[in-house]
T-cell receptor
Framework: DAKTTQPPSMDCAEGRAANLPCNHS???????VYWYRQIHSQGPQYIIH???NNETNEMASLIITEDRKSSTLILPHATLRDTAVYYC???????????FGAGTRLFVKA | KAGVTQTPRYLIKTRGQQVTLSCSPI?????VSWYQQTPGQGLQFLFE???????NKGNFPGRFSGRQFSNSRSEMNVSTLELGDSALYLC???????????????FGAGSRLTVL
């Protein structure tokens, strides 16, 4: 599985959009991009995933560049409860190692 | 539907002992993976099971082992515990197989192990 690179921390004002970048320059053609977040000491929670098209669900939007070497997770209206560590991973399917990087610690401030 | 259940949630052991952690996946999920999380090393992949077969293993010593039963429930075992094994152990399940949705991981709350 390809590795990912994320900034260690970011701040965001409450109510504003939070844009979290992820670099996955070694991604292969059949690897999906997944985003998870972990609120202190809880198990990570799935947010969204995509292959090459932009995706949106009730939690967030995922923008993947055309060359698939990077992506951005967008939380459109961040709240204090969105303060968490956000992990971007790339994964094909079961049977492959799942490599979590250090993630981005997002601080949403009032 | 019920989520991923991990037991026990908290446990304290002493060096040299062994521990067994249990994970019950979401009904219908055939893949179970295990992770160790420590403040210094972050989330590290331990191993993954699919239909009772270990499909991959992370870079951990042989003291760490696991298995999966026919009902997809999984256990992991750590023998001869060391202080450095103190961590949050997370289990995740997924449907498994090919396709994007099949590999979305649902995590349990974790088992927090303290080794004294």
């Amino acid at each position: 599985d390809a590795k990912t690179t994320q900034p260690p921390s970011m701040d965001c004002a409450e109510g504003r959009a939070a844009n979290l970048p992820c670099n996955h320059s070694t991604i292969s053609g059949n690897e999906y991009v997944y985003w998870y977040r972990q609120i202190h000491s809880q198990g990570p929670q799935y947010i969204i995933h995509g292959l090459k098209n932009n995706e949106t669900n009730e939690m967030a939007s995922l923008i993947i560049t055309e060359d698939r070497k990077s992506s951005t997770l967008i939380l459109p209206h961040a709240t204090l409860r969105d303060t968490a560590v956000y992990y971007c991973i790339v994964r094909v399917r079961t049977g492959f190692k799942t490599i979590f990087g250090a993630g981005t610690r997002l601080f949403v401030k009032a | 539907k019920a989520g991923v259940t991990q037991t026990p949630r908290y446990l304290i052991k002493t060096r040299g002992q062994q521990v067994t952690l249990s994970c019950s996946p979401i009904s219908g999920h055939r893949s179970v993976s295990w992770y160790q999380q420590t403040p210094g090393q972050g989330l590290q992949f331990l191993f993954e099971y699919f239909s009772e077969t270990q499909r991959n293993k992370g870079n951990f010593p042989g003291r760490f082992s696991g298995r999966q039963f026919s009902n997809s429930r999984s256990e992991m075992n750590v023998s001869t515990l060391e202080l450095g094994d103190s961590a949050l152990y997370l289990c995740a399940s997924s449907r498994g197989g090919v396709g994007s949705g099949a590999n979305v991981l649902t995590f349990g709350a974790g088992s927090r192990l303290t080794v004294l």
